[in-house]
């Protein structure tokens, strides 16, 4: 059984420039794979040479970009939410994917190692 997490981690970016890095194949391939490339809706994200093909569910600029892997099961996706705190002006990054129970800690850690990378890459 796959289960929705959610993740938050705060940036001292500007939302322009978080948002480049989650929704551009050149910003993807930065951060989260080893090569990204876009044709219409279609993304392919590729790791050690093996592609992996996910459909843009939506994208709204600045705010959100969802995508789904195209053997997901039904109603499963990955995410980035963007969202400014309203007192301290953080930028925070919310995360959404779906896990195997079984696998739910090594999954959250693999997205801690990305953002520490997407956070020395913006110099956030």
Known sequence: MRRKIELEYIFSSSVKVLYSRLST???????????????GEKFIFVWNKAEHPATLLEAKPNSKVYFAWDDAEDNEYFGFDIRVEPLTGDVALIITDFVDDDEENDSVELWNKQMEVLHRNLGA
């Open 25 to 39: 194949p050149a910003g993807l391939s930065e951060w989260f794979a080893d090569d990204v490339s876009q044709k």
